[in-house]
């Protein structure tokens, strides 16, 4: 069975998620830039395929053009992940897999969400910005749980959350003996 693990990351924890995958998988690896550089035939030689982006306000980010290819693709196992700063047990991250993808495609897709971090010193300015103002605004809310001042806090610098562990039920999947190509 081949593998195929492509990713986008900015500041490197989707990257490294992307990495652990495919070093487990026994897989390719291949950005987002290159694999859009890619001809249909190219994909045929792969069995399954496993696509992570970071979490862009609620989004996964190049999510869109996965899941329209992967539409002509029903015949592989699929997968998304997305890496985000959010924990894993945030309820937030339960709603973001609820509605990512449409019935049809859970039909043919499963996705998962593996907790990253914030890197600023990688993120681009524009990222930066953005972070800073949305970190600002969150500190004021009135009604913030105790948790979520934490969370909140520990936004305002880096940090790393992520750990090889979250890549399990990625691989189970991938990999799971239970495989059975949809049709
Ligand atoms: C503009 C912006 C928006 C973000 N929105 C979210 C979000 O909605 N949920 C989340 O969990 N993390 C969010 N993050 C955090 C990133 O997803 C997180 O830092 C991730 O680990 C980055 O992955 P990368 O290192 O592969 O780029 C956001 C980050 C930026 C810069």
New binding site residues.
């Given amino acids: 069975m081949k593998t195929l693990i492509i990713y986008t990351?900015?500041?490197?924890?989707?990257?490294r998620y992307a990495e652990w995958l495919a070093e487990r998988t026994n897989g390719d690896i291949l950005d987002i830039k290159d694999a859009q550089k890619k001809d249909a035939d190219y994909f045929e030689n792969y069995d399954s395929i496993c696509y992570g982006g970071?979490?862009?306000?609620?989004n996964i980010v190049k999510g869109k053009w996965f899941l329209e290819k992967a539409a002509n693709w029903q015949n592989k196992r699929l997968a998304m992940f997305c890496?985000?700063?959010?924990p894993n047990d945030?309820p937030?991250?339960d709603v973001f897999l609820k509605n990512a993808l449409t019935d049809e495609q859970k039909r043919y897709m499963k996705i998962f969400y593996c907790q990253?971090?914030?890197?600023y010193e990688?993120?681009k300015a524009p990222?930066r910005i953005?972070?800073k103002m949305?970190v600002s605004s969150l500190r004021k809310k009135k009604d913030a749980t105790e948790e979520e001042k934490v969370m909140f806090a520990k936004m305002a610098s880096s940090y790393d959350i992520s750990d090889v562990k979250y890549i399990e039920p990625i691989v189970a999947y991938l990999e799971g003996e239970k495989y059975e190509k949809a049709v």
């Fill in positions: 990351s900015q500041t490197g924890f989707t990257k970071w979490a862009m306000a609620g890496v985000g700063g959010s945030n937030d991250v990253g971090g914030f890197n990688k993120m990222s953005a972070m949305f």
